[in-house]
């Protein structure tokens, strides 16, 4: 469970967003935005730039898999149920580069 130390961001950004969907506030609602922008130019930078793959790999997260695809489920999920339909569309292309980049660098 040591990897429960280095999932704090993803467990927070997921807090942020259920408490932005939930109980509507506007600032939490630009946190939310710009966390997601963010997301997405690194996911799309990491799709097409095998450098920033080999940066952000050196970073390794023992979590396992299963517990990022849960977040990122969660976070479509709440957003979808709140009516955020385009930030839960952005949640899902993260979810899917992700998925992809990991699939990829983990092939036999």
Do not use: C
């Amino acid at each position: 469970m040591k990897w429960i130390k280095q999932v704090v961001v993803d467990l927070l950004a997921t807090a942020v967003i259920a408490i932005a969907v939930l109980f509507p506030n506007q600032s939490l609602t630009y946190i939310v935005y710009i966390y997601t922008g963010l997301m997405v130019i690194a996911r799309t930078i990491s799709l097409v730039s095998d450098n920033f793959q080999k940066i952000t790999s050196k970073k390794v997260s023992e979590a396992p898999i299963w517990f990022h695809h849960t977040l990122y489920a969660a976070n479509v999920a709440l957003l979808a149920y709140g009516g955020w339909f385009i930030t839960a569309s952005a949640w899902v292309f993260i979810w899917a580069v992700a998925a992809y980049i990991h699939k990829r660098s983990f092939k036999p």
